[in-house]
Nanobody, 117 residues
Framework: QVQLVESGGGLVQAGGSLRLSCAAS????????MGWHRQAPGNQRELVAT???????NYVDSVKGRFTISRDNAKNTAYLQMNSLKPEDAGVYYC???????????WGQGTQVTVSS
């Protein structure tokens, strides 16, 4: 089992920046990629960005050029740097650690991001 603890959410004005952190503990060896998802009220949870163990990244089109996902393997921590935030970026951001077979994926508790216009 992998435990994930997110931090860094908060209230920011449109155009501002936030950096989210996701600290992993437990069965770190089982992780093959980490990612950030978000969920706004009334919407489904959507994938925002992922990063594999070899550093390959992927982003949803709406955040490309504004968000950057990274990992510090020594600290078992993933980050999401969010710049030029828009009101539509608001929601609860969840960290996900995808496990290689036969290990399950794990989720953090979520951190709230609010963007005022």
């Amino acid at each position: 089992q992998v435990q994930l603890v997110e931090s860094g959410g908060g209230l920011v004005q449109a155009g501002g920046s936030l950096r989210l952190s996701c600290a992993a503990s437990g069965s770190i060896f089982s992780i093959i990629s980490m990612g950030w998802h978000r969920q706004a009220p009334g919407n489904q949870r959507e994938l925002v960005a992922t990063i594999t163990n070899d550093g390959s990244t992927n982003y949803v089109d709406s955040v490309k050029g504004r968000f950057t996902i990274s990992r510090d393997n020594a600290k078992n921590t993933a980050y999401l740097q969010m710049n030029s935030l828009k009101p539509e970026d608001a929601g609860v951001y969840y960290c996900n650690a995808r496990g290689g077979w036969p290990y399950p994926s794990n989720w953090g508790q979520g951190t709230q991001v609010t963007v005022s216009s």
